[in-house]
């Protein structure tokens, strides 16, 4: 029996053994493939197949483990679309793109602009593009805009409606529990703490929504009306007259779309421009295809583009990863060891974030005016580089912005959340007190802020709101009085920004590389983006690789929500003084 025993665990240590060892296999295959480790090739006279589908975030994060087990939500990442796009121009044997228009949601139009210019590029190298949706949404009817051929379902709808932005106030809903917010905050357009303060939008924060909804309207009317051949006033008639629900043909008679075509028929299409017979197949290449034709060029020197995305927080939030926050102390780390890289000739700093804690900001401003003295800094502006965002970017050699970015918005506010009504009133909860000093009991749930504290609150802030402006002053070689007359918390459009001095260049991030090599009187460069991914072994047993997953999960559970949630989830971790953009702009 005891023999019988021993070769029973003997087999049973064998196959863990082995099922461990293939475990071990199949994740090295799938991390040499996330590595870019695996070859792939390119039929000739193939199309390339872009899915506008999921969420457009700024930089890749793979989770091959998750997509292997069907765990992960669609999405595309910006860097790696604009990447692909440009492999398919050079590439000899990709002839056209397909893009497969479905439920798409892009950070940004500033983004989009940046997708939009690449496939505007790649029409020039004389390849064209066919785009097809059962429907389209505003955002990828602005890129399918530029195609050769735009189809549509015959019973597909064309969501083009305008642009509203819906700012959502929560101080009657936080009254019904007994919480209310105390403020203070410098700047007439500071408008951020007004989603716990105020009851609607004051003059000054309408005035600035106005602007930027109705700028990053008329820029996107303007470029679809160039690429369709349909006049600015026609489009805005179309959207007065929801088109959304106009006839189908109408589409076709109004020149949005070229084509009403069932799915199936749309493969007619394309072959009709690769020119090939109707019995042919199709030779497709897909994103994950794309991904992995080598096309790393390691000549020349090294131009460092750090991506820094997402809030600014001095820790990272529950249920988040690092890798969409901006971590003060982790950020300044990262750069003052770039300025260290003798190997890092000069370096593209890429913010897309609206703000938040204004002392991390203002240790990433320490760390750039480190990095500065040793090499050159370029910021290039995605989606927002706005408040906290802005104040990481203006000491910065050179700032490029889309359009569309949202920027500036300089401005300061401290919010303090007062749960003692909620405490001794609806509650019940009864208080005493002893203390030593005036204001001992400063911060406590017992009571609320009391005007002489508001009036040292007061002061803090304007301090905090001087020190903003100087680091603008500085940065941009402005006087502060010039740099007051812009700021107020005042956000802009990159289009306006660079009227006022505080963007220099419109562009990509293309533009940020090429203005970070002239800086650096560099002729031959490649770049290489920062921070580095981390092992993928490692990455698979972090513990904030499980926070990246259940961040995708929550975004794919509360939708449209989910910003407000999370908000609501992690104000306790905030610092109480903010530099941020309006919370929730709600553009749709």
Not at 157 to 181: Q, R, S, T
Not at 515 to 530: I, M, S
Not at 560 to 577: C, E
């Amino acid at each position: 029996m005891s023999f019988l025993k021993n070769v029973f665990a003997t087999v049973v240590g064998i196959l863990v053994f082995f099922a461990i060892m293939t475990v071990f296999m199949i994740i090295s295959i799938i991390g040499m493939a996330a590595s870019g480790g695996s070859s792939a090739s390119v039929s000739d006279n193939s199309v390339f197949v872009i899915n506008l589908k999921g969420q457009l975030t700024e930089r890749s994060e793979k989770d091959p483990l998750n997509a292997f087990l069907g765990n992960g939500t669609e999405s595309l990442a910006l860097d790696n679309l604009v990447n692909n796009i440009k492999k398919a121009k050079e590439n000899e044997d990709v002839k056209g793109i397909f893009l497969d228009c479905g439920a798409f949601v892009p950070d940004s139009y500033a983004s989009l602009e940046e997708v939009r210019r690449q496939l505007l590029d790649f029409q020039k190298s004389g390849k064209w593009i066919v785009a097809y949706g059962d429907e389209y949404t505003a955002a990828t009817y602005y890129l399918a805009s530029v195609a050769d051929k735009v189809l549509i379902h015959p019973q597909g709808m064309l969501d083009w409606h305008g642009m509203a932005a819906n700012p959502m106030f929560l101080k009657d809903a936080l009254a019904k529990f007994g919480i209310k917010v105390t403020l203070t905050k410098v700047g007439k357009y500071k408008s951020a703490p007004d989603m716990y303060t105020a009851d609607g939008m004051s003059e000054p924060n309408r005035e600035q929504v106005t602007a930027y909804v109705t700028g990053i309207w008329n820029n996107i009317v303007a470029d679809v009306s160039k690429s369709r051949g349909v006049s600015v006033d026609n489009l805005n008639k179309y959207a007065d007259n929801l088109l959304v629900f106009s006839d189908q043909q109408d589409y076709v008679k109004y020149k949005m779309v070229d084509q009403l075509v069932q799915k199936q028929d749309v493969k007619g299409v394309v072959k009709k421009m690769l020119k090939i017979d109707e019995d042919d197949e199709i030779n497709t290449v897909s994103m994950a295809t794309m991904d992995m034709l080598d096309n790393v060029d390691t000549d020349g020197d090294q131009i460092a583009v750090y991506y820094a995305y997402g809030d600014i927080v001095d820790q990272v939030a529950e249920g988040l990863s690092a890798e969409t926050q901006i971590v003060g102390d982790k950020v300044a780390d990262d750069l003052l060891a770039l300025a260290e890289d003798d190997d890092v000739k000069a370096v593209v700093l890429r913010v897309n974030s609206g703000g938040g804690s204004a002392f991390a900001s203002e240790k990433m401003w320490q760390a750039v005016k480190a990095l500065k003295a040793k090499k050159p800094v370029v910021v290039s502006m995605g989606g927002m580089a706005a408040s906290g965002g802005y104040y990481m970017s203006c000491l910065s050699n050179w700032i490029v912005a889309e359009k569309t970015t949202l920027t500036g918005s300089i401005g300061i506010f401290g919010m303090f959340p007062d749960v003692s009504e909620l405490l001794t009133e609806k509650l019940g909860v009864k208080y005493d007190v002893i203390k030593t000093n005036e204001h001992s009991d400063f911060g406590t749930m017992s009571r609320s802020i009391n005007e002489d504290e508001m009036a040292i609150l007061d002061q803090y802030i304007t301090r905090g709101y001087n020190l903003f402006l100087s680091r603008v002053g500085e940065g941009r070689k402005m006087k502060t009085n010039d740099v007051d007359s812009v700021a107020q918390g005042r956000v802009w459009l990159g289009q306006d920004a660079i009227k006022h001095k505080l963007v220099d260049e419109l562009g990509g991030i293309d533009v940020a590389i090429k203005k970070a090599a002239e800086l650096a009187k560099v002729q031959e460069y490649h770049h290489v983006a920062y921070p580095v991914a981390e092992d993928f072994s490692m990455k698979l047993f972090a513990q904030k690789q499980q926070k990246g997953i259940l961040d995708e999960q929550l975004r794919e559970t509360f939708g449209d929500f989910y910003t407000t949630f999370m908000l609501v989830k992690n104000i306790k971790h905030q610092d109480r003084v903010q530099a941020r953009i309006p919370y929730i702009l709600n553009i749709q």
